[in-house]
DNA sequence: CTGAAAGCGCTTACAG
DNA sequence: CTGAAAGCGCTTACAG
C-alpha cells in the first residue's frame, strides 16, 4: 500500500499481488491470456485496495479517452434529455463517460468552440443532435480531427456518417391510419415549419394512409405551423371554426396538440367526444394534460445506446469502410401510444 | 511540425518557437514572468499550429482533470436542463468541461457509481443536484475521496459543504403579497409534499405574508399536494367546488398551478377574471400556457454558474477553511414573473 | 526571464 | 502465461 492516504497506482496492486504492472493491466483491460489463479489474485488486491485505474494515464498512454462527447443545441427540450439519459447509462455499462457541451447553432466561434473539446479531451466519439448533427461547420471541424461521430436523427444522411433515426414517414401513416379506423374521414394536418424535414416527412406519412384509402386530402384542412404551442392553437381556431369543422386534427407534434387541445376547450368543443386529436413526440406533458395525448413515442433513449454503441465498438474507418450503409443508418422502431384523446366517431 | 498528420505536441510548439517545451508551457497557463516577445511569438506558434494542450497530459502530469462532474437524478427535469446549461458555458469560459453521470438516487450500487466516476476520472469537482445533495451515500463516498462539490439547493446546507440556492421564503412571501396587492383576501394554498423542504418553506412564506397584513389563513383553503398536475388539479377541484369559493390560488410549484388552471377551465371559471392563479418555478409551459403564468423565476443557471465558480476559484480546504459560512453557502436573488394569470379584484 | 530533468500512471510493442 | 523497458505529453520542483 502506498505510504500516505493517496490513491493506489498500479504499482501498489502489482506488488501486493506479487505480479508485475503488464498483468495487473492485463486483467483490468480483460486481455486474454492470464492464468485464472493470477487473475483472481489480482482482482481481490484490486478490490482491497479500491483501485481504479486513472483515466488520464489510460488515455495519454492508450490513446483512448473513455469519453464521448454529446453536442446539442437546445438545453430545456425534452430530446436532448432523453438523449442524455440514454446515452449516459450506456455510457455507464461500457465503462465511458459522457461529456456535454451546449452549442449555438449560429455561434460565430462555433468551429473553435468544437476544436477546444475535440483538440484539447480527444473523446473516442461524438453524439450530435438536432439542429447540430446538419451543421456543415461541425460536421467539418469533426471530420477534419477524425473524431468518430453518430448523428441523431439529422435531416438527411451523410455517406460515412452514421446516423440513427426513426421513420416519421411511417410513423405518420400508422397514426393516420389509427384515426381511419375509428371512422374518421375529415382529418385536418397542421405542418411543421418547412425548414425541418421531419415536417415534411411526416406530411408525407398522413398523405400516404389517405391515399392508401382512396381518400384525398381537403386542401382547407391542411394548416401551417412551427411545431409551437401558439401556432396549433392558432391553426386550430382557424380549423374549429370553420362550418364544417374536421372531426380529427394531426398535429404533427405535440406542442401544437397542446395547443388544438387548450384551442377546443375554449370553443367548448369535447374532446375526445366531439373531436379527436394526436400529436407525434410523446412530450412529457403529452400524458399529463387532459384528456391524455395519442401520440407517436420517439425511441430517444434507445436512439443515443444504439449511437454510443457504435462509437465504441470500433473507430469509424471501420464502419465508413463497410460499404453496406444499411449497418452506417440504423432506423430504430417507434411506438404509437393511444391514450384519451382519440375515439370512433 | 510533427512528421505525420498526428496533432502537433508541446513539443512541436517549442521547436517552432525555439523556445523551450517549459516556456511554452508557461504561456499557455498564463503564468507569469514571460518576456512579451517571447509570449507573442510562442502564441503565434500555437494559433499556426493549431495547437490544444492534450488534457490526459496535462491531468496527468499537473493533477488537475480540468473536469466538473454533474450529478443527477431526474434527466427530463427542467430544472436540471437549466442547471446544465449554466454549467457548461461557465465551465467553457474557465477552460473546463462538464461530465454528467445520472444516478438512481435509491440504486443500491449507488456508492460505486460515484467511486467509478470519482476515482477513475478525478474531476476537480461535483455539482450535486437534487435529490443526490441531500443522500448520505452520495455525500460520504465524495468526502472520503476528497472531492470538492457544490450542492445546488440542498434540502439543507451542511457545515464546511459549498451550496448555492435560493430564497424560497422570502420568494413565497413577495408573490403573496402581490396577490394582498391585488385586492385578494381569500387566498387558498395548494401544498408541496411534506418530505420537501421547499414545501415547508414556501408555505411558511405565504403564512408570514398574511401575517404581515393581520390576515389569518383558512385551514379550508389550504390542501395538500405532491408538486404534480394531477394534485394540483385535483385539489384545485375541492377548493372552486366549494360554496365560498378563494379568488385567487398560490400554487407551491408551476405543475399544480397549470392543474389549477385546467380546473378552472372545466368548471368554466375565468382565469384572471374570476380567479388569480400563481405558481412557483417559473417552468417552461407557464409562459405558453393561456392565460401565461405568474410564478416565481428561480435563478438556476446562476446557481450553476456560482458553483462552478466556487469549484475552479481554489480548492474545497480552502473554502472550508473560512469559518465564515456565508460565504460558503450562497443565496441568489429570484425574480418575480407576472403575466396574465393574476388581475386585481 | 528561461531551461534541463524528473515524473505523473498507465499502455504499447517486444521478449522470453 | 508473464515481465522489463520505453514512452504517451504534459507540469512540477529546482537551477541559473
Redesign the pocket.
Known sequence: MSARG??????DVAREA?????????V??HE????E???DQVLKVVEALR?R??QS??S?????SFLIGLLYYDPSANFVGSVQQGATLRCRELGYHLVVESLHNDAPDLRQQVDRMVLALRPDGMILTPPLCDNPEVLAALRESGTPCVLISPERDIRGVPSVRMDDVHAAEEITNLLLSLGHRHIAFIKGPPDQSASAARYQGFLSALHAHDLHPDPELIQPGAFTFATGREAAHHLLSRRQRPTAVFASNDDMALGVLAAAQRLGLAVPGELSVVGFDDSPMAALVWPSLTTVRQPVAEMARVAVEMLVSGPQADMAARLDDADLHKVLRHELVVRDSTRAR
Do not use: C, D, E, W
Not at 506479487?18 to 492485463?26: A, L, M, N, Q
Open positions: 493517496a490513491s493506489p497506482t498500479i504499482v506479487g505480479v508485475s504492472i503488464k498483468t495487473v493491466s492485463r483490468l483491460n486474454p491470456g492470464v492464468h489463479n493470477t487473475r483501485y485505474p486513472k494515464a489510460r495519454l498512454a492508450g490513446g483512448r
